[in-house]
Protein backbone atom coordinates (compact mmCIF):
# COMPACT_ATOMS: atom_id res chain seq x y z
CA UNK A 1 0.00 0.00 0.00
CA UNK A 2 0.76 3.42 -0.69
CA UNK A 3 0.29 6.22 1.71
CA UNK A 4 -0.93 9.22 0.17
CA UNK A 5 -1.24 12.58 2.24
CA UNK A 6 -4.16 15.21 0.99
CA UNK A 7 -1.91 18.28 2.46
CA UNK A 8 -4.43 20.29 0.62
CA UNK A 9 -7.65 18.89 1.89
CA UNK A 10 -5.73 18.46 5.67
CA UNK A 11 -5.54 22.22 5.72
CA UNK A 12 -8.51 23.36 5.25
CA UNK A 13 -11.62 22.80 7.78
CA UNK A 14 -14.93 21.08 6.78
CA UNK A 15 -17.47 22.68 5.39
CA UNK A 16 -21.60 22.33 6.93
CA UNK A 17 -23.21 19.70 5.77
CA UNK A 18 -24.90 19.35 2.60
CA UNK A 19 -28.53 21.32 2.15
CA UNK A 20 -29.17 18.12 0.29
CA UNK A 21 -27.98 14.80 1.04
CA UNK A 22 -28.79 11.36 -0.03
CA UNK A 23 -31.92 10.22 1.18
CA UNK A 24 -31.12 6.97 4.04
CA UNK A 25 -33.27 4.30 4.41
CA UNK A 26 -33.50 5.23 8.40
CA UNK A 27 -35.71 8.42 7.10
CA UNK A 28 -38.50 6.75 5.28
CA UNK A 29 -40.23 6.96 8.06
CA UNK A 30 -39.37 10.21 9.76
CA UNK A 31 -40.74 11.40 12.55
CA UNK A 32 -43.77 13.88 11.92
CA UNK A 33 -43.09 15.99 15.06
CA UNK A 34 -39.50 16.55 14.38
CA UNK A 35 -39.50 17.12 10.49
CA UNK A 36 -38.94 21.11 10.17
CA UNK A 37 -39.59 21.39 13.63
CA UNK A 38 -38.59 24.24 15.25
CA UNK A 39 -39.66 24.85 19.12
CA UNK A 40 -40.26 28.80 18.67
CA UNK A 41 -40.69 30.17 15.84
CA UNK A 42 -37.91 33.32 16.72
CA UNK A 43 -34.20 32.26 17.94
CA UNK A 44 -34.11 33.04 22.33
CA UNK A 45 -31.91 35.47 22.39
CA UNK A 46 -30.13 33.97 25.34
CA UNK A 47 -29.91 30.32 26.65
CA UNK A 48 -27.84 28.55 29.39
CA UNK A 49 -26.68 25.81 26.67
CA UNK A 50 -26.56 25.95 23.55
CA UNK A 51 -26.06 21.93 22.20
CA UNK A 52 -24.99 21.96 17.86
CA UNK A 53 -26.34 18.98 16.41
CA UNK A 54 -28.85 16.40 16.98
CA UNK A 55 -27.19 12.66 16.58
CA UNK A 56 -27.03 10.26 19.69
CA UNK A 57 -24.31 12.70 20.93
CA UNK A 58 -26.35 15.62 21.45
CA UNK A 59 -29.62 13.88 22.11
CA UNK A 60 -27.64 12.06 25.16
CA UNK A 61 -26.00 15.29 26.41
CA UNK A 62 -29.19 17.30 26.24
CA UNK A 63 -31.07 14.80 28.05
CA UNK A 64 -28.06 15.02 30.83
CA UNK A 65 -28.53 18.86 30.68
CA UNK A 66 -32.10 19.22 31.48
CA UNK A 67 -31.97 17.32 34.35
CA UNK A 68 -31.40 20.37 35.78
CA UNK A 69 -34.23 22.33 37.03
CA UNK A 70 -35.02 25.35 35.02
CA UNK A 71 -31.25 25.16 32.48
CA UNK A 72 -32.29 26.50 29.16
CA UNK A 73 -31.39 24.60 26.52
CA UNK A 74 -31.29 25.08 22.96
CA UNK A 75 -30.49 22.90 20.39
CA UNK A 76 -29.29 23.94 16.86
CA UNK A 77 -29.26 21.22 13.61
CA UNK A 78 -28.01 22.45 10.27
CA UNK A 79 -30.67 20.35 8.60
CA UNK A 80 -32.97 17.74 9.89
CA UNK A 81 -32.82 16.05 13.26
CA UNK A 82 -31.00 12.78 13.70
CA UNK A 83 -30.23 13.81 9.69
CA UNK A 84 -26.22 13.18 9.93
CA UNK A 85 -23.81 9.97 10.76
CA UNK A 86 -26.90 8.90 13.45
CA UNK A 87 -29.63 8.49 11.09
CA UNK A 88 -27.39 7.35 8.32
CA UNK A 89 -25.47 4.35 9.89
CA UNK A 90 -25.61 1.05 9.93
CA UNK A 91 -28.03 0.20 13.22
CA UNK A 92 -25.09 -2.08 14.58
CA UNK A 93 -24.19 -1.36 18.20
CA UNK A 94 -21.54 -3.04 19.46
CA UNK A 95 -18.67 -2.90 22.08
CA UNK A 96 -15.57 -3.44 20.70
CA UNK A 97 -14.01 -5.20 23.63
CA UNK A 98 -10.66 -7.20 22.67
CA UNK A 99 -9.35 -4.50 20.43
CA UNK A 100 -9.44 -1.98 22.92
CA UNK A 101 -7.65 -0.80 26.18
CA UNK A 102 -9.22 -2.20 29.18
CA UNK A 103 -10.72 0.83 30.18
CA UNK A 104 -12.39 2.04 26.78
CA UNK A 105 -13.41 -1.98 26.48
CA UNK A 106 -15.12 -1.22 30.21
CA UNK A 107 -16.69 2.36 28.91
CA UNK A 108 -18.12 0.90 25.76
CA UNK A 109 -19.48 -2.12 27.33
CA UNK A 110 -20.98 0.17 30.04
CA UNK A 111 -22.35 2.60 26.62
CA UNK A 112 -23.96 -0.51 25.25
CA UNK A 113 -25.80 -1.64 28.81
CA UNK A 114 -27.10 1.96 29.18
CA UNK A 115 -28.56 1.49 25.81
CA UNK A 116 -30.24 -1.33 26.29
CA UNK A 117 -31.36 0.01 29.88
CA UNK A 118 -33.08 3.30 27.98
CA UNK A 119 -34.81 1.19 25.78
CA UNK A 120 -36.08 -1.35 28.08
CA UNK A 121 -36.96 1.10 30.46
CA UNK A 122 -39.23 3.16 28.47
CA UNK A 123 -40.28 0.40 25.55
CA UNK A 124 -38.28 2.89 22.93
CA UNK A 125 -40.14 1.12 19.68
CA UNK A 126 -36.94 1.54 17.96
CA UNK A 127 -35.91 -2.43 16.90
CA UNK A 128 -33.56 -2.33 19.52
CA UNK A 129 -32.77 -6.12 19.49
CA UNK A 130 -29.60 -7.66 21.46
CA UNK A 131 -28.92 -10.56 18.74
CA UNK A 132 -28.98 -14.10 20.29
CA UNK A 133 -25.46 -14.90 18.52
CA UNK A 134 -23.96 -11.98 19.33
CA UNK A 135 -21.68 -10.25 17.21
CA UNK A 136 -19.22 -12.54 14.64
CA UNK A 137 -16.16 -10.94 13.29
CA UNK A 138 -15.26 -12.87 10.38
CA UNK A 139 -11.62 -12.64 9.09
CA UNK A 140 -10.44 -12.53 5.44
CA UNK A 141 -6.77 -12.11 6.19
CA UNK A 142 -4.56 -14.76 7.78
CA UNK A 143 -2.70 -11.82 9.43
CA UNK A 144 -5.46 -9.79 11.09
CA UNK A 145 -6.93 -12.76 12.25
CA UNK A 146 -3.63 -13.17 14.15
CA UNK A 147 -3.87 -10.24 15.75
CA UNK A 148 -7.13 -10.62 16.86
CA UNK A 149 -6.28 -13.99 18.54
CA UNK A 150 -3.67 -12.72 20.09
CA UNK A 151 -5.35 -9.87 21.53
CA UNK A 152 -8.26 -11.93 22.77
CA UNK A 153 -6.17 -14.35 24.82
CA UNK A 154 -4.74 -11.39 26.34
CA UNK A 155 -7.90 -10.09 27.29
CA UNK A 156 -9.00 -13.17 28.72
CA UNK A 157 -5.58 -13.09 31.07
CA UNK A 158 -6.46 -9.61 32.00
CA UNK A 159 -10.04 -9.74 33.03
CA UNK A 160 -11.36 -12.70 32.96
CA UNK A 161 -14.91 -11.74 33.11
CA UNK A 162 -14.79 -9.68 30.16
CA UNK A 163 -13.29 -12.17 28.43
CA UNK A 164 -15.50 -14.68 28.79
CA UNK A 165 -18.00 -12.45 26.53
CA UNK A 166 -15.54 -13.23 23.76
CA UNK A 167 -14.43 -16.44 21.86
CA UNK A 168 -11.93 -17.48 18.99
CA UNK A 169 -13.82 -19.42 15.90
CA UNK A 170 -11.50 -21.66 13.43
CA UNK A 171 -13.00 -24.72 13.13
CA UNK A 172 -14.48 -25.06 9.49
CA UNK A 173 -17.18 -26.93 10.73
CA UNK A 174 -18.52 -24.00 12.63
CA UNK A 175 -17.57 -21.24 10.42
CA UNK A 176 -19.63 -22.84 7.93
CA UNK A 177 -22.40 -22.67 10.59
CA UNK A 178 -21.79 -18.95 10.65
CA UNK A 179 -22.69 -18.58 7.43
CA UNK A 180 -19.22 -17.56 6.69
CA UNK A 181 -17.40 -21.01 5.79
CA UNK A 182 -14.82 -18.76 3.21
CA UNK A 183 -13.32 -17.06 6.13
CA UNK A 184 -9.86 -17.56 7.97
CA UNK A 185 -11.47 -17.49 11.18
CA UNK A 186 -14.18 -15.27 12.84
CA UNK A 187 -14.43 -14.25 16.54
CA UNK A 188 -17.56 -13.89 18.72
CA UNK A 189 -18.76 -11.70 21.23
CA UNK A 190 -21.95 -12.18 22.68
CA UNK A 191 -22.71 -8.20 23.24
CA UNK A 192 -24.20 -6.89 19.92
CA UNK A 193 -28.10 -5.58 19.43
CA UNK A 194 -29.05 -4.46 16.31
CA UNK A 195 -31.81 -1.21 15.88
CA UNK A 196 -33.18 1.81 13.88
CA UNK A 197 -30.78 4.57 15.48
CA UNK A 198 -32.97 7.62 13.66
CA UNK A 199 -35.53 6.23 16.08
CA UNK A 200 -34.06 5.62 19.18
CA UNK A 201 -32.77 9.47 18.70
CA UNK A 202 -36.07 10.72 17.61
CA UNK A 203 -37.78 9.21 20.42
CA UNK A 204 -35.36 11.08 22.96
CA UNK A 205 -35.79 14.51 20.98
CA UNK A 206 -39.33 14.48 20.93
CA UNK A 207 -39.95 13.39 24.76
CA UNK A 208 -37.44 16.46 25.85
CA UNK A 209 -38.98 18.56 23.54
CA UNK A 210 -42.47 17.92 25.08
CA UNK A 211 -41.52 17.21 28.62
CA UNK A 212 -37.99 18.55 29.37
CA UNK A 213 -38.37 21.93 27.78
CA UNK A 214 -35.79 21.55 25.11
CA UNK A 215 -35.96 24.11 22.16
CA UNK A 216 -34.99 22.44 18.88
CA UNK A 217 -34.37 24.28 16.65
CA UNK A 218 -33.94 22.55 12.72
CA UNK A 219 -32.75 24.26 9.24
CA UNK A 220 -30.32 26.47 11.42
CA UNK A 221 -26.78 26.27 10.87
CA UNK A 222 -24.49 27.55 13.11
CA UNK A 223 -22.16 29.54 11.29
CA UNK A 224 -19.69 31.37 13.63
CA UNK A 225 -18.89 30.92 17.36
CA UNK A 226 -17.00 34.12 18.97
CA UNK A 227 -16.55 35.11 22.43
CA UNK A 228 -18.57 37.42 23.93
CA UNK A 229 -18.16 39.79 26.94
CA UNK A 230 -21.93 40.61 27.18
CA UNK A 231 -22.73 41.67 30.69
CA UNK A 232 -25.24 39.00 32.28
CA UNK A 233 -25.90 37.87 36.22
CA UNK A 234 -23.73 34.92 35.91
CA UNK A 235 -20.34 35.42 34.08
CA UNK A 236 -19.08 37.99 31.94
CA UNK A 237 -17.96 34.88 29.69
CA UNK A 238 -20.40 33.87 26.96
CA UNK A 239 -20.18 32.90 23.39
CA UNK A 240 -22.25 34.31 20.20
CA UNK A 241 -23.62 31.85 18.25
CA UNK A 242 -24.09 32.99 14.83
CA UNK A 243 -26.50 31.52 12.52
CA UNK A 244 -28.23 32.72 9.28
CA UNK A 245 -31.45 33.20 11.51
CA UNK A 246 -29.90 35.21 13.86
CA UNK A 247 -27.44 34.99 17.01
CA UNK A 248 -27.78 33.79 20.37
CA UNK A 249 -25.59 34.82 23.30
CA UNK A 250 -25.02 31.65 25.38
CA UNK A 251 -22.80 30.62 28.73
CA UNK A 252 -22.10 27.56 27.26
CA UNK A 253 -21.76 25.75 24.12
CA UNK A 254 -21.66 21.94 23.16
CA UNK A 255 -20.41 21.36 19.67
CA UNK A 256 -21.46 17.45 19.16
CA UNK A 257 -20.87 17.80 15.12
CA UNK A 258 -18.33 14.44 14.96
CA UNK A 259 -16.87 14.97 11.34
CA UNK A 260 -18.10 18.87 10.77
CA UNK A 261 -15.94 19.52 14.22
CA UNK A 262 -13.30 21.44 12.24
CA UNK A 263 -15.63 23.79 10.65
CA UNK A 264 -16.59 25.69 14.20
CA UNK A 265 -13.39 24.65 15.73
CA UNK A 266 -10.38 24.91 12.66
CA UNK A 267 -7.85 24.36 15.16
CA UNK A 268 -9.43 20.45 15.22
CA UNK A 269 -9.22 20.51 11.19
CA UNK A 270 -5.95 17.48 11.25
CA UNK A 271 -7.11 15.79 14.55
CA UNK A 272 -11.11 15.47 13.80
CA UNK A 273 -11.54 14.41 9.84
CA UNK A 274 -14.68 13.76 8.36
CA UNK A 275 -14.81 10.28 5.99
CA UNK A 276 -17.78 9.35 3.83
CA UNK A 277 -19.09 6.47 4.44
CA UNK A 278 -21.19 3.91 2.15
CA UNK A 279 -24.39 2.50 3.36
CA UNK A 280 -27.12 -0.05 1.43
CA UNK A 281 -30.26 -1.19 2.26
CA UNK A 282 -30.12 -4.60 0.25
CA UNK A 283 -33.42 -6.85 -0.79
CA UNK A 284 -33.08 -9.81 1.02
CA UNK A 285 -32.97 -12.83 -0.31
CA UNK A 286 -36.19 -15.57 0.53
CA UNK A 287 -33.64 -17.97 2.82
CA UNK A 288 -32.82 -15.00 4.77
CA UNK A 289 -37.09 -14.21 5.28
CA UNK A 290 -37.55 -17.91 6.64
CA UNK A 291 -33.93 -18.14 8.33
CA UNK A 292 -32.84 -15.06 9.68
CA UNK A 293 -29.32 -13.63 10.97
CA UNK A 294 -28.99 -14.26 14.64
CA UNK A 295 -25.63 -12.35 14.61
CA UNK A 296 -24.91 -8.87 13.25
CA UNK A 297 -21.29 -8.98 10.86
CA UNK A 298 -18.27 -7.51 10.41
CA UNK A 299 -16.38 -8.86 7.70
CA UNK A 300 -12.23 -7.21 7.89
CA UNK A 301 -9.25 -8.14 5.12
CA UNK A 302 -11.37 -7.88 2.25
CA UNK A 303 -10.04 -7.06 -0.88
CA UNK A 304 -7.07 -5.78 1.10
CA UNK A 305 -8.91 -3.04 3.12
CA UNK A 306 -7.23 -3.02 6.77
CA UNK A 307 -9.23 -3.25 10.15
CA UNK A 308 -10.35 -0.13 10.44
CA UNK A 309 -12.09 -0.24 6.81
CA UNK A 310 -14.06 -3.15 7.80
CA UNK A 311 -17.67 -3.93 5.84
CA UNK A 312 -20.36 -4.29 8.71
CA UNK A 313 -24.15 -6.05 8.55
CA UNK A 314 -27.35 -6.40 10.34
CA UNK A 315 -30.69 -8.02 9.04
CA UNK A 316 -33.69 -5.56 10.17
CA UNK A 317 -36.43 -7.48 11.70
CA UNK A 318 -39.16 -9.53 9.56
CA UNK A 319 -42.40 -7.88 9.58
CA UNK A 320 -44.85 -9.79 11.60
CA UNK A 321 -46.77 -11.37 8.52
CA UNK A 322 -43.21 -11.92 7.11
CA UNK A 323 -43.50 -9.66 3.97
CA UNK A 324 -41.82 -6.87 4.53
CA UNK A 325 -38.65 -6.06 6.31
CA UNK A 326 -35.36 -7.93 6.95
CA UNK A 327 -33.41 -6.15 4.84
CA UNK A 328 -29.63 -6.45 4.83
CA UNK A 329 -28.21 -3.39 6.38
CA UNK A 330 -24.36 -3.47 4.61
CA UNK A 331 -22.10 -0.84 4.72
CA UNK A 332 -18.60 -0.03 3.74
CA UNK A 333 -16.56 -0.98 0.40
CA UNK A 334 -14.03 2.47 1.61
CA UNK A 335 -11.25 0.39 -0.08
CA UNK A 336 -13.22 1.16 -3.39
CA UNK A 337 -14.55 4.79 -2.70
CA UNK A 338 -12.82 7.83 -3.94
CA UNK A 339 -9.89 8.86 -1.88
CA UNK A 340 -11.21 6.08 0.13
CA UNK A 341 -13.64 8.38 1.61
CA UNK A 342 -10.69 10.70 3.41
CA UNK A 343 -11.70 14.03 3.52
CA UNK A 344 -15.09 14.07 1.99
CA UNK A 345 -17.44 15.68 3.42
CA UNK A 346 -20.49 15.95 1.62
CA UNK A 347 -23.25 12.98 1.28
CA UNK A 348 -25.39 14.29 -0.87
CA UNK A 349 -24.11 11.87 -3.86
CA UNK A 350 -23.92 8.19 -3.23
CA UNK A 351 -20.13 6.61 -4.44
CA UNK A 352 -21.06 4.26 -7.16
CA UNK A 353 -17.92 2.08 -7.23
CA UNK A 354 -18.66 1.70 -3.37
CA UNK A 355 -22.43 1.00 -3.95
CA UNK A 356 -21.68 -0.89 -6.36
CA UNK A 357 -18.62 -3.42 -4.21
CA UNK A 358 -21.25 -3.61 -1.38
CA UNK A 359 -24.35 -5.15 -3.94
CA UNK A 360 -21.67 -7.80 -4.95
CA UNK A 361 -19.55 -8.63 -2.31
CA UNK A 362 -22.02 -9.91 0.72
CA UNK A 363 -22.75 -13.25 -1.37
CA UNK A 364 -18.92 -13.50 -2.17
CA UNK A 365 -18.55 -13.53 2.28
CA UNK A 366 -21.39 -14.67 3.74
CA UNK A 367 -23.80 -17.49 2.87
CA UNK A 368 -27.08 -16.26 1.94
CA UNK A 369 -28.45 -19.79 1.17
CA UNK A 370 -29.72 -22.05 3.68
CA UNK A 371 -26.48 -22.41 5.50
CA UNK A 372 -26.12 -25.57 4.41
CA UNK A 373 -22.74 -27.29 3.54
CA UNK A 374 -22.18 -26.13 0.24
CA UNK A 375 -24.15 -22.71 0.61
CA UNK A 376 -27.02 -22.64 -1.74
CA UNK A 377 -25.59 -19.41 -3.07
CA UNK A 378 -22.19 -19.60 -4.18
CA UNK A 379 -19.84 -17.34 -3.20
CA UNK A 380 -19.79 -15.57 -6.82
CA UNK A 381 -18.46 -12.34 -8.85
CA UNK A 382 -21.55 -12.74 -10.42
CA UNK A 383 -23.78 -12.53 -7.69
CA UNK A 384 -25.59 -9.00 -6.99
CA UNK A 385 -28.19 -7.99 -4.47
CA UNK A 386 -30.42 -5.45 -5.65
CA UNK A 387 -30.46 -2.25 -3.35
CA UNK A 388 -33.69 -0.72 -1.77
CA UNK A 389 -31.68 2.26 -0.72
CA UNK A 390 -27.89 3.08 -0.85
CA UNK A 391 -26.67 6.29 0.77
CA UNK A 392 -23.89 7.94 1.81
CA UNK A 393 -22.81 9.65 5.43
CA UNK A 394 -19.93 11.69 7.01
CA UNK A 395 -17.93 10.00 10.03
CA UNK A 396 -15.65 11.64 12.07
CA UNK A 397 -12.04 10.23 12.00
CA UNK A 398 -9.84 10.92 14.69
CA UNK A 399 -6.00 11.91 14.45
CA UNK A 400 -4.87 9.66 17.34
CA UNK A 401 -7.81 7.13 17.09
CA UNK A 402 -9.78 8.16 20.10
CA UNK A 403 -13.00 10.26 20.89
CA UNK A 404 -12.10 14.40 21.65
CA UNK A 405 -14.40 14.63 24.62
CA UNK A 406 -14.27 17.80 26.90
CA UNK A 407 -13.27 21.23 27.28
CA UNK A 408 -11.77 22.76 24.23
CA UNK A 409 -8.50 24.37 25.91
CA UNK A 410 -8.21 28.15 25.82
CA UNK A 411 -11.56 28.39 25.63
CA UNK A 412 -13.68 28.92 28.56
CA UNK A 413 -17.47 27.67 27.97
CA UNK A 414 -16.43 25.78 24.66
CA UNK A 415 -17.14 21.86 24.89
CA UNK A 416 -16.43 19.26 22.48
CA UNK A 417 -17.82 15.62 22.32
CA UNK A 418 -16.74 13.51 18.62
CA UNK A 419 -14.53 11.45 16.77
CA UNK A 420 -15.65 8.19 16.87
CA UNK A 421 -13.77 6.89 14.22
CA UNK A 422 -16.92 5.08 12.72
CA UNK A 423 -18.12 3.54 16.51
CA UNK A 424 -20.19 6.10 17.34
CA UNK A 425 -22.63 3.60 18.77
CA UNK A 426 -20.69 2.15 21.56
CA UNK A 427 -19.08 5.76 22.54
CA UNK A 428 -21.06 8.63 21.68
CA UNK A 429 -23.97 8.32 24.15
CA UNK A 430 -21.65 8.36 27.48
CA UNK A 431 -19.66 10.87 25.83
CA UNK A 432 -22.26 13.31 24.78
CA UNK A 433 -23.69 12.54 28.73
CA UNK A 434 -19.81 13.09 30.42
CA UNK A 435 -19.84 16.44 28.61
CA UNK A 436 -22.76 17.38 29.82
CA UNK A 437 -21.72 16.42 33.19
CA UNK A 438 -18.52 18.71 33.29
CA UNK A 439 -21.00 21.71 31.94
CA UNK A 440 -22.94 21.24 34.53
CA UNK A 441 -19.97 21.26 36.89
CA UNK A 442 -18.93 24.40 36.02
CA UNK A 443 -22.36 26.05 36.07
CA UNK A 444 -22.36 25.40 39.76
CA UNK A 445 -19.14 26.74 39.82
CA UNK A 446 -17.58 23.88 40.60
CA UNK A 447 -14.14 22.16 39.91
CA UNK A 448 -15.08 21.32 36.48
CA UNK A 449 -11.66 19.62 36.08
CA UNK A 450 -11.90 17.59 39.34
CA UNK A 451 -15.18 16.02 38.16
CA UNK A 452 -13.09 15.43 35.17
CA UNK A 453 -10.66 13.23 37.17
CA UNK A 454 -12.97 12.03 39.18
CA UNK A 455 -15.02 10.67 36.12
CA UNK A 456 -11.70 9.17 34.98
CA UNK A 457 -11.08 7.12 37.83
CA UNK A 458 -14.43 5.33 38.16
CA UNK A 459 -14.47 4.67 34.61
CA UNK A 460 -17.09 6.75 33.81
CA UNK A 461 -15.12 7.91 30.83
CA UNK A 462 -11.51 7.13 29.53
CA UNK A 463 -8.60 8.78 30.09
CA UNK A 464 -7.78 8.91 26.36
CA UNK A 465 -10.59 10.70 25.49
CA UNK A 466 -9.67 13.68 27.32
CA UNK A 467 -9.08 16.93 25.36
CA UNK A 468 -6.00 18.48 26.61
CA UNK A 469 -3.57 21.04 25.55
CA UNK A 470 -0.90 18.58 25.31
CA UNK A 471 -3.03 15.71 24.15
CA UNK A 472 -3.50 18.25 20.49
CA UNK A 473 0.25 18.56 20.72
CA UNK A 474 1.10 14.58 20.79
CA UNK A 475 -1.62 14.12 17.74
CA UNK A 476 -0.23 16.96 15.87
CA UNK A 477 3.10 15.07 15.73
CA UNK A 478 1.15 11.70 14.42
CA UNK A 479 0.93 10.98 11.03
CA UNK A 480 -1.93 12.24 9.02
CA UNK A 481 -5.30 10.74 8.32
CA UNK A 482 -5.06 9.41 4.68
CA UNK A 483 -6.28 7.03 2.66
CA UNK A 484 -4.19 3.89 1.91
CA UNK A 485 -3.99 3.45 -1.81
CA UNK A 486 -3.49 0.09 -3.82
CA UNK A 487 -0.41 0.31 -6.15
CA UNK A 488 -0.05 -3.03 -8.06
CA UNK A 489 3.06 -4.25 -9.09
CA UNK A 490 2.88 -4.14 -12.47
CA UNK A 491 2.14 -0.35 -12.02
CA UNK A 492 4.79 0.13 -9.92
CA UNK A 493 6.71 -1.00 -13.10
CA UNK A 494 5.53 0.91 -15.52
CA UNK A 495 6.47 4.22 -13.58
CA UNK A 496 10.05 3.07 -13.68
CA UNK A 497 10.43 2.13 -17.25
CA UNK A 498 11.20 5.48 -18.47
CA UNK A 499 14.31 5.06 -15.88
CA UNK A 500 15.68 1.80 -16.62
CA UNK A 501 17.43 2.91 -19.61
CA UNK A 502 19.59 4.91 -17.20
CA UNK A 503 19.84 3.05 -14.46
CA UNK A 504 22.08 -0.19 -13.40
CA UNK A 505 19.42 -2.67 -11.47
CA UNK A 506 20.78 -4.33 -8.04
CA UNK A 507 19.00 -5.82 -4.89
CA UNK A 508 19.16 -5.38 -1.46
CA UNK A 509 16.84 -5.62 1.69
CA UNK A 510 16.72 -2.64 3.46
CA UNK A 511 13.68 -0.68 4.72
CA UNK A 512 13.37 2.59 2.88
CA UNK A 513 10.67 5.68 2.66
CA UNK A 514 8.46 6.61 -0.19
CA UNK A 515 7.76 10.38 -1.27
CA UNK A 516 4.66 10.47 -3.19
CA UNK A 517 2.16 13.19 -3.66
CA UNK A 518 -1.90 13.50 -5.05
CA UNK A 519 -4.01 16.23 -6.24
CA UNK A 520 -7.74 16.17 -7.78
CA UNK A 521 -6.42 14.74 -10.94
CA UNK A 522 -3.45 12.69 -10.27
CA UNK A 523 -0.93 10.64 -8.40
CA UNK A 524 2.27 11.83 -8.49
CA UNK A 525 5.73 9.98 -6.74
CA UNK A 526 9.07 11.63 -6.32
CA UNK A 527 11.99 10.19 -7.30
CA UNK A 528 14.87 12.65 -6.58
CA UNK A 529 13.42 15.80 -7.82
CA UNK A 530 11.69 14.02 -10.60
CA UNK A 531 7.82 13.10 -10.45
CA UNK A 532 6.04 10.94 -12.37
CA UNK A 533 2.81 12.11 -13.13
CA UNK A 534 -0.11 9.22 -13.70
CA UNK A 535 -3.02 10.66 -14.35
CA UNK A 536 -5.99 8.88 -13.31
CA UNK A 537 -8.31 8.70 -16.41
CA UNK A 538 -5.17 7.76 -19.39
CA UNK A 539 -3.06 5.61 -17.75
CA UNK A 540 0.07 7.23 -19.27
CA UNK A 541 3.28 8.66 -17.11
CA UNK A 542 4.50 12.03 -17.37
CA UNK A 543 7.91 12.58 -16.53
CA UNK A 544 8.15 16.40 -14.67
CA UNK A 545 10.48 18.59 -12.58
CA UNK A 546 9.06 20.28 -9.83
CA UNK A 547 7.46 20.02 -6.45
CA UNK A 548 3.92 18.94 -5.51
CA UNK A 549 1.84 19.33 -2.81
CA UNK A 550 2.26 16.61 -0.22
CA UNK A 551 4.90 14.51 2.03
CA UNK A 552 3.66 11.04 3.31
CA UNK A 553 6.88 8.93 4.22
CA UNK A 554 5.95 4.76 5.79
CA UNK A 555 8.43 2.31 6.41
CA UNK A 556 8.28 -1.34 3.75
CA UNK A 557 7.45 -3.97 5.64
CA UNK A 558 10.73 -6.24 6.76
CA UNK A 559 11.41 -8.43 4.77
CA UNK A 560 9.72 -7.28 1.48
CA UNK A 561 12.23 -7.64 -1.81
CA UNK A 562 13.71 -4.13 -3.22
CA UNK A 563 15.32 -3.31 -6.73
CA UNK A 564 17.45 -0.58 -6.77
CA UNK A 565 18.48 1.55 -9.45
CA UNK A 566 21.71 3.40 -9.45
CA UNK A 567 24.62 4.25 -11.77
CA UNK A 568 27.31 1.83 -12.73
CA UNK A 569 29.83 3.45 -10.12
CA UNK A 570 27.71 3.85 -7.54
CA UNK A 571 27.21 7.89 -7.60
CA UNK A 572 24.39 7.95 -8.18
CA UNK A 573 21.60 6.15 -6.59
CA UNK A 574 17.80 7.14 -7.86
CA UNK A 575 14.85 4.50 -7.17
CA UNK A 576 13.86 1.53 -5.15
CA UNK A 577 10.90 -0.56 -5.81
CA UNK A 578 9.36 -3.38 -3.75
CA UNK A 579 9.22 -6.45 -6.33
CA UNK A 580 7.67 -9.96 -4.84
CA UNK A 581 4.61 -9.66 -5.35
CA UNK A 582 3.36 -11.10 -1.83
CA UNK A 583 4.52 -7.91 0.17
CA UNK A 584 1.87 -6.69 2.01
CA UNK A 585 2.85 -2.73 1.11
CA UNK A 586 4.83 -2.08 -2.59
CA UNK A 587 6.71 0.91 -2.79
CA UNK A 588 8.41 3.40 -5.06
CA UNK A 589 10.84 5.52 -3.89
CA UNK A 590 14.06 7.03 -3.28
CA UNK A 591 17.53 4.97 -2.15
CA UNK A 592 20.87 5.44 -0.79
CA UNK A 593 24.26 3.64 -1.85
CA UNK A 594 24.50 2.00 1.38
CA UNK A 595 21.39 0.11 0.02
CA UNK A 596 23.05 -1.61 -3.18
CA UNK A 597 24.99 -4.23 -3.33
CA UNK A 598 28.36 -3.55 -4.20
CA UNK A 599 28.45 0.15 -2.93
Not at 130 to 135: A, D, E, F, L, S
Request: charged share 20%.
Amino acid sequence: MLIIADEESSKRSAHLPSPHPTFSFWHNEPSPFLLHHRTTSELPKVADVVVIGSGISGAFAAKKLLEEPKLSVVMLEAREACWGATGRNGGHCQPQLYENPADVAAFQLRNFESIDALVREHDIPCEWQRMPGGGCHAYFSQKYFEEARLEVENLKQSDSSMGDTVRVVENKEELSVLRIPTAVGAVIQSRAAKLSPYKLVSWILEDLVQNSGLNLQTSTPVVSLTPSRASTSQSTSMWTVQTPRGIILAHHVLITTNGYTSYLLPQFRSMIVPVRGEMSALRTPSPLIQQPLDHTYSFIGTVGQDRIQDDYLVQRPISPNGKGGGELMFGGGRAKAFHEGVNVDSDDTIDDPAAEYLRKKLAQVLDIGTGADPPAVPHSEGVELPAKKEWTGIMGFSRDGHPWVGAVPGSPGLWLSGAYTGSGMPNAALSGQHAACLILAARRAQDWRAVEQEAIRSGAIPRCYIITKERMERAQKLPEISPLVALPLDMQLSILLPLIPLLTLAVAFPTISVNTYEDRTCQVLDVEGYAFKHNKVCTQFIEEEGSFIATSKKPVKEGCVLQVFASTDCTDVLAAITVNAGCEAPYLGPASSGWVIGC
